[in-house]
């Protein structure tokens, strides 16, 4: 073998070994920055709507809290929120309408990624929606259309005998006024 392949094989290793470090980079950078899961308390809405209206009081308040529990209650029951990304972990928090979110994911099984996303809570009636309005990872803005709205339902949980006459978002939750149906 010559001098000039030596050479060039050698070079095409140190090309090989530099893209895999930096794939490797790549893959530990993008990679969620904490222990995220889709652990949650059960929130029985049901028996707490019962109680308000049987206590006289029209309205229920979900904390911060207790959104943050339903939303993983409903991606534990539906992961894949997108064809290529299934959330395997999320922390939320509510200000306002404004729903920040910490996700950890997994993209076409290949990638683990730590996404952090911005959502605006409506009521879409039975139900809240958080609708996407940024996705970053690792401060990387993502394409529009990267997450897709969680439905986070609430009046489907009442019982029939008790409806939601408005919703009012508040700093620390979610005041949900309730009335009879009969």
């Known amino acids: ?20 470090a930096g794939a490797a980079a790549a893959v530990w950078y993008i990679r969620p920055q904490q222990e995220l899961t889709l652990a949650h308390e059960p929130i029985d809405l049901a028996a707490k709507g019962l109680q ?20 993983r209650a409903r991606l534990s029951a539906q992961p894949q929120v997108t064809p290529e990304f299934r959330i395997e972990g999320a922390q939320l928090t509510l200000q306002g309408q404004r729903l920040t ?6 993209y076409r099984d290949l990638l683990d990624a730590g996404v952090q996303a911005e959502y605006r809570l409506e009521w879409r009636d039975p139900d809240l929606v958080a609708t996407p309005l940024s996705a970053k990872l690792r401060g990387i803005a993502l394409p529009a259309g990267t997450l897709e709205p969680i439905v986070i339902p609430v009046g489907s949980q009442l019982p029939s005998v008790v409806g939601i006459r408005s919703v009012e978002f508040r700093d620390g939750g979610v005041a949900v006024a309730l009335e009879l149906r009969l």
């Open 101 to 106: 979110a910490d996700i950890a994911g997994r």
């Open 52 to 71: 308000m209206v049987q206590a006289g009081k029209a309205e229920l308040f979900l904390s911060g809290e207790d959104i943050n529990n339903l939303a």
């Open 1 to 20: 073998m010559g001098k000039v392949a030596k050479g060039f094989i050698g070079l095409l290793v140190a090309l090989l070994v530099l893209a895999a």
